[in-house]
């Protein structure tokens, strides 16, 4: 089967997210999860949008993936969201995995779990999460405190994940995790219905409500050895020769941009205040702070890969600190523009502002954390950009 082009992935994202927009305000209300989205991204074959055709999957790419989020992110950021998790375990294993250098035995395990991980989305609709938080990383690759303890067939996994998306929706809950006495990170799917897996936690944030992040709780859980999705030193050779794959929740922030500005073109013209010269002035400076979000995003996009150059990475960076703090910026001129009656509820720019906030808080590349690589570079020697 041949990939569906970009265009045609986008403008399919585009009515589906038309559809999701529709019921975003219950969701968000409820911070109830949108399994109706998610079944409509199922009918759509989109669960395997980022699955290699050769296993039956739509074959997106990183950077079609990057403008497919944004679409869905455009209409339904939390829906977006949450799809990334999703996605991000395709790519992890399919396009990523592919670019990394493997021995023999490694590239026929990489084989033999991308065969079981995609069979189970393509046909049996499986919904993957990727829950890595634990609340006190000190980087991408370093201090997790979940533990995987070898045992025969597979291993016992221990740990807590915070902020845990899909947490209820998800077939598999996608953790790293640390063998006593290693320092590469596991890459292992714990299914839902392993014993010793719970689900627990309020869920009651500012914004991405529909995202359902409640914690992840593992005790001494099985988790057989075939479910080790990428070999064991596939995910820090990821974060440290793939560190675009980090991106990837940004897509979806550079879509609610793009949701902002329309709509406050809605709101100024139905009420009237569409002529007026300060909202004008602001308008175009919205306008402004987009397209230098988009476009910077789709430079960084188009040259993702593995072993970018370090002002490759610098500008990932960059272009991460500006779309996460581009979101909340233009919402909350929209709301100021848009005046008094924007900021109730169910207006769609109050449920945006709230969700723009989010965003820059999400690590490993959260904006602090890139701030403070930029603020090092050129400046101090690093030997390497920091995973
Ligand atoms: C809606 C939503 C959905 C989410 N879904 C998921 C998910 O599915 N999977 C998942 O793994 N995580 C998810 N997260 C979690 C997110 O990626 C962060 O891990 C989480 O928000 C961290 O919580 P914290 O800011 O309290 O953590 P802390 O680590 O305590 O960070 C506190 C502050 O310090 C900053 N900080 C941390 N480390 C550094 C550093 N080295 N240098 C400079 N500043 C630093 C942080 O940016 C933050 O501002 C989600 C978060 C949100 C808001």
């Not at 399994?35 to 739509?58: I, K, N, S």
């Not at 020769?241 to 979806?252: D, G, I, Q």
């Not at 430079?299 to 370090?310: I, L």
Request: include cysteine; aromatic fraction near 8%; glycine fraction near 8%.
């Amino acid at each position: 089967m041949t990939a569906p082009s970009r265009d045609e992935l986008v403008g399919r994202a585009h009515e589906l997210g038309r559809v999701f927009a529709t019921r975003a305000e219950r969701h968000d209300r409820e911070a109830s999860f949108p399994y109706d989205d998610f079944a409509d991204l199922r009918d759509a074959g989109f669960l395997g949008v980022c699955v290699p055709t050769e296993y039956g999957g739509l074959g997106a790419d990183f950077a079609t993936y990057a403008r497919v989020s944004e679409a869905l992110g455009h209409h339904a950021p939390a829906t977006a969201l949450a799809f990334n998790m999703h996605c991000v375990t395709m790519m992890l294993t399919g396009q990523i995995g592919g670019s990394l250098d493997w021995d023999d035995a490694a590239r026929a395990m990489l084989d033999d779990r991308r065969r079981r991980l995609y069979t189970g989305v393509i046909e049996r609709c499986e919904v993957h999460a990727q829950p890595f938080s634990e609340g006190i990383l000190t980087g991408a690759t370093v201090g997790y405190a979940t533990v995987a303890q070898p045992v025969e067939g597979g291993y016992r996994v221990t740990g807590k994940k915070i902020f845990a998306s899909l947490s209820e929706a998800a077939t598999w809950h996608n953790v790293v995790a640390v063998v006593p006495g290693e320092q590469r990170v596991r890459f292992l799917g714990v299914h839902r219905e392993a014993e010793g897996l719970r689900i627990e936690g309020e869920w009651d944030p500012v914004g991405m409500r529909a995202t359902l992040s409640r914690d992840l709780v593992l005790s001494d859980v099985f988790v057989p050895a075939e479910q080790e999705w990428l070999p064991p030193d596939g995910f820090n050779q990821a974060a440290h020769r793939w560190p675009h794959f980090y991106l990837t929740l940004s897509f979806t922030y550079l879509g609610l941009i793009g949701g902002v500005l329309d709509a406050t073109a809605a709101y100024l013209r139905s009420s009237g205040r569409h002529t007026n010269p300060v909202k004008q002035q602001a308008w175009a400076e919205m306008q402004i702070a987009h397209e230098r979000a988009q476009a910077l995003m789709y430079r960084v996009v188009d040259e993702a890969g593995v072993d970018p150059t370090p002002v490759q990475v610098r500008r990932a960076w960059t272009a991460m600190v500006t779309v996460m703090e581009t979101a909340p910026q233009v919402a909350s001129t929209a709301l100021r523009i848009c005046g008094g009656r924007s900021l109730l509820k169910p207006q769609v720019l109050e449920r945006m502002y709230r969700d723009a906030r989010c965003g820059s808080t999400m690590l490993p590349w959260a904006v602090d954390v890139c701030l403070e690589r930029l603020g090092r570079y050129g400046l101090v020697d690093d030997e390497a950009p920091p995973a």
